[in-house]
Structure formats: C-alpha cells, structure tokens
C-alpha cells in the first residue's frame, strides 16, 4: 500500500521533468472511487563545512497565520516524521509547512479511514486530488492501512513566483509495513533495503492563503534522497 502511493518511478521521473521546465523559464529558479470519497474532490556533515542540519520534527508545526485548519490525526501506529524547513523566508516556510500536511493528512484518512472528517481536500487539489483519491479508494476497499516510521527530508523550494511554487522533497519508508486495518496483522513487513523516493510537487495558493498540491511526481532511488 505504501508503495502506490508512491506512484511510477520511471513516469515520475519524465513527469517531474517537464514540471520544473513548464513552471519557469529558469530551470534553476528560485518546481474517484466511491469507496472513499475525498472531501474538496469536487471543485552533510562538519568536514564539508555544512552546518548540522535540524533536528527532525514530528508533526509539522502550525504556524500563526489567522488560517482556521483542520485537526489532523494520523493513526497512534504510524509515526511520521518531518524535516524542520531549512529556510528563515516566510513564504518558504508556509509552502514547505502545507506540503507536509498533505501528506499527513493523506495518511491521516489511509490510517483511521475517517472520510467525514478527512483534511486531503483542504491541502489538495487538481490531479493530486483526483490521484491521492484513487489511490486511497482503494487502498481503503482492501483495508489497507500501513504502520511504523516513515520520515520526510531533503525539502526545497524552487520556481516560487506569486502563486506557485515547486517543492521536492524525499520520503523514506524503509521503517514502515502494510497492515490490515481491521484486524492490525502484518500484511507485508518493512523493507529495511528500500531506497527512499524523490517528489517533485507544484503547489499553489488558494483564496484563504494555504498552498495546496496540485501535482505530485515520485521517483525512487533518485540520488537527492542518497
């Protein structure tokens, strides 16, 4: 289940491809199943010289923006882990803050099955909504469900202009394993050899300032993640 989330690598990787080309001129600038209906679906080290990087986080931390967001709550069996943004720009840290809450919020509803009251709307839109729905549809009609430890690094955002952005990022799942959701068994136990996947996403900003995505490209073993 953790692995169709992750969507094609070889597609991934051509996709991403001509996002960050269509979405600046710069290459350097600065990127519906019934059964789970998606609410919104409508409409480096010290030698080097590099400093330490931060501690990771657990959730990602709410910043004060007036936004009135849903709760978000991942299942007690499924720790996620997010890299705190490497970056002081305000806008950056907005955008890197909702793109880790879409992904939380997608495993929020994977691991509780709460549809009612399922965030995936209110951080996703276009085909990333269209997608993640399909993906959790079925992933729900087979009681799927994933635990463990997976964690979030290696975020940075490119091409930002006024209202979109780029964002890549790294997910490593190398701790997590498939469940049955009703019964908690094992279905499929952590691959500790897994290589951890590259996402390339565009995100946008809606009309009460949060910046959905709207697309979403994953590519495993790309050498960003190493």
């Known amino acids: 289940m953790k692995r169709r989330l992750a969507g094609s690598a070889v597609a991934g990787l051509v996709a991403a491809s001509l996002l960050v080309t269509a979405c600046s001129s ?13 609410e919104g679906a409508d409409g480096a080290g010290e030698a080097s ?9 657990g959730d990602p931390t709410p910043e004060d923006d007036g936004i009135d967001r849903p709760e978000i709550r991942v299942a007690d069996d499924l720790e996620l882990i997010f890299e705190e943004p490497g970056t002081d720009d305000p806008v950056e840290r907005a955008i890197i803050l909702d793109s880790q809450r879409q992904f939380e919020a997608v495993f929020a509803q994977m691991t509780t099955q709460d549809v009612e009251n399922s965030a995936v709307g209110f951080y996703t839109a276009g085909n990333a909504l269209l997608e993640d729905g399909e993906a ?12 463990g430890v997976m964690r979030f690094y290696n975020y940075e955002v490119k091409n930002l202009e ?3 952005a ?5 997910r490593d799942f190398s701790e997590v394993y498939d469940t049955d959701f009703e019964t908690g068994e094992v279905v499929e136990e952590a691959d500790p050899t897994a290589t951890p996947t590259h996402y390339v996403t565009r ?5 009460i300032g949060v910046w959905q995505t709207h697309e979403k490209f994953a590519e495993a073993g790309d050498v960003k993640c190493s």
């Open 26 to 38: 710069d290459a350097d600038g600065g990127d519906d199943g019934a059964a789970a209906p998606i």
């Open 49 to 57: 010289g590099e400093p330490e990087p931060e501690e990771p986080t």
């Open 166 to 170: 780029v964002v890549e990022y790294c």
């Open 136 to 147: 959790l549809a079925e992933i729900m009609a087979e009681n799927g469900s994933s635990a």
């Open 162 to 164: 006024e209202n979109s």
């Open 203 to 207: 995100v946008e900003i809606n009309g």
